[in-house]
């Protein structure tokens, strides 16, 4: 599994790597990456090859709201049916069942504010199950996934030294 | 009003750094990527910039005894003993310094009457040849060879060793080259330093960042910790650099006779760096292993990727550095590394900045992100594809 775990690590911080520099980089074979990547797959770790992107520095308008969601556990499934869900909504990028004051934590991405406020008192806030929903809408993001937004974080280093 | 004629004629005899003449070069370009530099990209781990934090917070702000403090001198021989099986008095045998930079200047100012001379590997760290020049003594260079995996072999150095010869400056992982001397390989020279009675000042500083293997130093061998003077400091295995803290383990007679210079010069070296070093030895070993691991992937990966693209790249075993050779362009380092920073915008350090035997190689340091480094093999390949 170690090698596994080396190769996801690999990919999580690059995506973009082909298999070949991943087998430069873990010293395994070309034909050996691609199966266990394969593999992967297959048993659902490797998910998808993703990117990560700044919108603010782009034309699209991407507002994201991180909704807190009580539900009532019903019987025989617990908070799993109410989950699934809210999971079919296109709007909806992520649902965790978190401890704490809440049962779910979701997070929402629209155009703007008013259109993700709309789709929790339309969609979300009317879901048999659900008892009440708490909106907070991201204002800044300063790092995700490991990656710094703000400039300034980047490299410091003087660019020759010896 | 011409200062020129004031200033003392050693100073004047001292050549400029090649790097700093390459440096003004780049400072002056936009958009580059950068691979000429020479520190970790890691910032300091949390733990020891949390320690000095708290060393403020607490008021430390003092002088610390000339040695530094006691409790670091007893950390660092706990780190000597657990990671090189090497055995210092605490009390009597290391002194802290500011960084491997002071240590090296104090060593040989130490040891140096006018005129002895030292041997100086080459291509190696800028810093050694001046400092030996400043103490009046005569650095004699000692070319090491990409046929010999830039080792010092018996050869070598039998060569340049005359009635006048005191010290062997011993620079590995070797800064340019990515070196490493194995214990063979040490344990050849080993008898020629003995039978010549010479001193070794080691240069360790790269010593965690040693891939295949671990790093053994040449204080651990028959006969040899006496004649050693053993520098290492927390810049490069603790992501350090801006702290400024190195140290030297060696007989309780030198340090005496360094810690009599250093007194007189820098009093000791910052307390809240000591204190936060403190903390890096007991608590970081895993920071430093993880950092090694991503070195080691990067090293692979850029190795290869300059293979790839068709130059002959010698495997280096320690430090962040690879160190290619492209005598097949027919250019001159310098040329080069010029054309290279003009037209693609990446900068690499040409190889004679490190002594003349490092010309027709570059050095490329690889303490960036795996991301940054295939940028910049992007366009060294476009780069090659004109010129090869």
New interface residues.
Partial sequence: MDKAIEILD?LC??SR?TEK?IA????LSEEEVKNTMKSLEDKKVLLKYTTLVDWEKTDREVITALIDVRVAPQQGHGFNKVAHRICQYEEVKSVSLISGTYDLSVEVEGKTMKEIALFVAERLAPIEGVLSTTTHFVLKRYKKDGVFYEEGQN?K?????? | MNTDKYISNVVKSIPPSGIRKFFDLVTNSKDIISLGVGEPDFVTPWEIRKEGIDALDRGSTTYTSNLGLPELRIAISYFLKTHYNLTYDPEKEIMVTIGASEAIDLALRALLNDGDEVLVPEPSYVSYAPCVTLTRGIPVFVPTDEKNNFIITPDDLKSKITPKTKVLILPYPNNPTGAIMKKEELEEIVNIIIEYDLLVISDEIYSELTYEGRHISIASLPGMKERTILINGFSKAFAMTGWRLGYIAAEHGFIEAMNKIHQYTTICAPITAQYAAIKGIYQCEEDIVKMRETYDKRRKFIVNGFREIGFDCFEPKGAFYIFPSIKKTGMTSQEFCEKLLKEEKVAVVPGDAFGPSGEGFIRVSYAYSIDKIKRALERIKHFAERIL
């Fill in positions: 690999l911080e690059n790597l520099q430069t980089i873990t010293g490299d280093r003087l660019v020759v030294t010896p």
